[in-house]
Nanobody, 119 residues
Framework: VQLQASGGGLVQPGRSLRLSCAAS????????MQWYRQAPGKQRELVAH???????TYADAVKGRFAISRDNAKKTGYLQMNTLKPEDTAVYYC??????????????WGQGTQVTVSS
């Protein structure tokens, strides 16, 4: 199973981006999911988490600006990032529990997508 993260890029402060995270094959679905980020010289940190039941939690630094979600039909997870700040600049990684036909396959990392917030 591979997770493919996409949607990063260069954006001005105050603008928005939406990151996506999809499993490589259609037989797989995302159950629980987390988004992490790692800025240069810093440790990887948890940004947002959605449980299998749909409950969400966020790091204090992004509360009220970011939203994590899943689309079960598209088998894709998302991180909507609004009102971006320069300090949000980092490589963003998804980490998800993958299921298929009701069975848990395991936990996997996406490859990372760069988000740069700069004027």
């Amino acid at each position: 199973v591979q997770l493919q993260a996409s949607g990063g890029g260069l954006v001005q402060p105050g603008r928005s981006l939406r990151l996506s995270c999809a499993a490589s094959e259609s037989i797989f679905s995302i159950d629980a999911m987390q988004w992490y980020r790692q800025a240069p010289g810093k440790q990887r940190e948890l940004v947002a988490h959605v449980t299998s039941g749909g409950s969400t939690t966020y790091a204090d630094a992004v509360k009220g600006r970011f939203a994590i979600s899943r689309d079960n039909a598209k088998k894709t997870g998302y991180l909507q990032m609004n009102t971006l700040k320069p300090e949000d600049t980092a490589v963003y990684y998804c980490y998800a529990t993958i299921v298929s036909r009701g069975e848990r396959w395991g936990d996997y990392w996406g490859q990372g997508t760069q988000v740069t917030v700069s004027s």
